[in-house]
């Protein structure tokens, strides 16, 4: 079964979205994050900022790009749960700790901040529904 059609099949929640809509918000997503996330690989290379201010970046990438995998190639719907906390978790560590170097970083991140917080709410209610 195909990945979508598997998708399709979940019981979800009735505010779930159309499975259209993640593609044009993660576009956008991604280039906030390529921009910001860059930067603050450019601040460390600078040695600007420290290895514990860089390493819940570097951690929040690898979990959000754990997640496809997870979820829908895999189709282990309670790991994809535990990643996308993982994303969650170490998104705010990231966004708190920038701040006193960058605070436009924290700013700009506050759109990736509210989809992970929206996608986290969904993948526990898809857990509980499956």
């Keep these: ?20 809509v993640f593609g044009p918000v993660w ?19 600078r ?3 420290p290895f514990l201010v860089l390493l819940p970046f570097i951690l929040n990438i690898i979990f959000n790009l754990s997640y496809t995998p997870l979820q829908f190639e895999l189709k282990n719907i309670p790991l994809a749960t ?9 998104l705010i560590w990231a966004l708190v700790v ?15 901040l509210l989809w992970v917080c929206f996608a986290t709410c969904l993948q526990i209610a898809i857990l509980k529904k499956n």
Aim: hydrophobic share 50%; aromatic share 16%; no cysteine.
């Design 1 to 20: 079964m195909k990945n979508y059609e598997w998708y399709q099949q979940l019981n979800k929640p009735s505010w779930a979205p159309s499975p259209k």
């Design 27 to 45: 576009i956008v997503l991604y280039i906030l994050i390529a921009l910001s996330y860059g930067s603050v690989a450019a601040l460390f290379a």
């Design 47 to 49: 040695h600007e900022i």
């Design 82 to 90: 535990l990643d996308i906390i993982l994303v969650l978790g170490t």
């Design 98 to 112: 920038i701040h006193p170097f960058a605070l436009w970083v924290s700013y700009i991140n506050i759109p990736y």
